[in-house]
């Protein structure tokens, strides 16, 4: 089934613990964006990549990072997790080159950091 | 800057009843707006998406939108709510920034559906 995929699910962390969030996308999209969705703030992003070999910082970047070696994966990494990271993240592809094409999302992965 | 504004934060409505929830953008030039949907434990489902011609879009679920430019509005109607209705709707603006297409969202709007 086309689509995005991530895991884990769900993760409790201790803080100060490393931690990679892992996407992948089955639709040859060339864009994929990492968002954060706190309660009362809607949808922030993180970091997005336009296509494979680049990314680039989004609106709340600091204490993440992201690589996308290839067209298909773009995993997230909280390098030392701390409490202010405990939210919902998901995932979310766009098929460019047009600016109107939307966003195809991920079912998410919570994550409550201790 | 671009923003979306999504004044009701919740909202119920009678099953059967119509339903309209609210949006309003600030961007400044031609909009790209999109409306997702969001069921409990759930990533965002698009329900519809307006770029050009027609004012009035219809989207999957019986949902419609309607953009207005002279009010900076792109209001979601439903004209008969069903239960299966109750999500989160988020309104989201895009564009360009930085070199990077962008999607801008309002916080939501919580819809409750009574029997």
């Known amino acids: 089934i086309a689509g995005i995929t991530q895991a884990p699910t769900s993760q409790i962390l201790a803080a100060g613990r490393r931690m990679t969030l892992r996407c992948t996308q089955d639709?040859?999209?060339?864009?994929m964006y990492w968002y954060r969705q706190d309660l009362g703030l809607g949808l922030r992003l993180i970091h997005y990549?336009?296509?494979?070999?680049?990314?680039g910082k989004g609106e709340v970047p600091d204490g993440y990072s992201v690589s996308r070696a290839n067209t298909d994966d773009f995993p997230l990494t909280l390098a030392s997790a701390v409490p202010s990271q405990t939210s919902v993240y998901f995932c979310?592809?766009?098929?460019?080159?047009?600016?109107?094409?939307?966003?195809?999302f991920g079912p998410g992965t919570r994550l409550t950091v201790l | 800057a671009q923003s979306v504004t999504q004044p009701d934060i919740h909202i119920t409505v009678s099953e059967g009843a119509s339903l309209e929830l609210r949006c309003n953008y600030s961007?400044?030039?031609?909009?790209?707006l999109f409306w997702y949907v969001q069921s409990p434990g759930q990533g965002l489902q698009l329900l519809l998406k307006y770029f050009s011609g027609d004012t009035l879009v219809q989207g999957i679920k019986g949902f419609e939108a309607e953009f207005k430019r002279s009010q900076s509005s792109f209001n979601l109607r439903k004209p008969s709510v069903h239960w299966s209705d109750a999500a989160e709707y988020f309104c989201?603006?895009?564009?360009?920034?930085?070199?990077?297409?962008?999607?801008?969202f309002g916080k939501g709007t919580m819809l409750l559906v009574s029997p």
């Open positions: 979310a592809s766009r098929n460019q080159p047009t600016t109107y094409n939307e966003q195809f």
């Open positions: 961007y400044g030039a031609t909009p790209y």
């Open positions: 990549s336009n296509t494979a070999g680049t990314t």
């Open positions: 639709m040859r999209h060339n864009a």
């Open positions: 989201a603006v895009g564009g360009v920034k930085s070199g990077y297409s962008t999607l801008t």
